[in-house]
């Protein structure tokens, strides 16, 4: 089973990287972008093949690792 | 005083770390990242500046999950003291030992020179040698040195005289000009600036020798 984690800065966090990046499509012409939020994707291959018990565990390796709480929030999504 | 400096792949400020507290006169031990286990009677725990694990994922975030870093925790959770400077401030946040974390500077640019610090407090080993607002010079390094942390634990740590040093012309964004927290017990202090960078004569001024050598004079008499 493949799970999918998508990690993002918290709302309210500044993400001065989306800001550059919001920038460098303006001077590229694309109007129009009010917003641009960067975050990062991590795909993992699991040996487990019940899904529930597969998303406790993802969850569970998102709280100790692979976000950081204190700023950033996470979702978990199974494929 | 016995104090162990930790030592990461990609840990770059150990050595440096190691003689300002040897020239302070403390003995020091390297410690292993892999190691489970400080060498008995040690005092005093230095996480080094660098980029642990090529900061991959967070910066900090493999190192504080490392065997060793469990030590480093139960040690400040026994009431032991622990300073990281850098990468090591980036580390005790992972580990959830002080609040908040370091973001992306606010220009997302590398910073490399010497800073105005303000000293926040006196009121701690590393900070008792300088007097409450006094502004000293030691260098940053960094590109991950935005302090962040909410409002009501910004409100924490000021209630609580927790902020230790502040920087005097903000370089990274971080809130309220903050460049380096205490713990609740005072024992534990993180800060992005290094005062092991500006310990001599040679390094332009010798005022972050100040720190250590209050430590180590404050950690011989306990």
Not at chain 1, 43 to 55: H, N, Q
Not at chain 2, 57 to 77: D, T
Request: net charge negative.
């Amino acid at each position: 089973m493949k799970a999918r984690v998508h990690v993002m800065l918290k709302n309210g966090v500044l993400d001065p990287q989306g800001e550059a990046v919001r920038h460098a499509l303006g001077s590229l012409g694309f109007d129009g972008v009010e917003k641009v939020r960067q975050g990062k994707v991590i795909e993992l291959d699991l040996a487990e093949t019940d899904a529930a018990s597969a998303r406790d565990t993802v969850t569970a390796m998102c709280e100790k690792l692979l976000a950081n709480t204190v700023i950033e929030s996470y979702s978990v999504e199974l494929v | 005083m016995h104090a162990a400096v930790i030592v990461f792949p990609g840990s770059n400020c150990d050595r440096d770390l190691a003689v300002a507290l040897e020239r302070a006169g403390a003995k020091v031990s390297m410690v292993w990242h892999k190691d489970t286990e400080m060498p008995a009677g040690i005092d005093f725990i230095g996480v080094p500046g660098g980029f642990s694990f090529g900061d991959y994922l967070r910066c900090g975030a493999i190192a504080a999950n490392s065997p060793i870093c469990r030590s480093v925790i139960s040690h400040a959770e026994r009431g032991g003291y622990v300073f990281g400077v850098c990468n090591g401030f980036q580390i005790l946040t992972e580990t959830g030992l002080l609040p908040g974390a370091l973001l992306r500077n606010a220009a997302l640019k590398y910073i490399c020179k010497p800073v105005g610090l303000k000293v926040e407090t006196a009121d701690s080993i590393y900070t008792g040698g300088y007097d409450k607002g006094q502004v000293i010079t030691v260098p940053i390094a960094h590109h991950d040195g935005n302090y962040n942390v909410d409002a009501d634990n910004l409100a924490r740590l000021r209630g609580e005289d927790r902020i230790a040093f502040s920087y005097t012309d903000n370089p990274n964004g971080s809130v309220a000009d903050i460049a380096g927290v205490l713990s609740e017990n005072r024992r534990v202090l993180g800060m992005m600036p290094h005062p092991e960078r500006m310990a001599e004569a040679l390094h332009g001024n010798a005022e972050g020798a100040t720190l250590f050598a209050h430590v180590v004079e404050q950690l011989v008499h306990a």
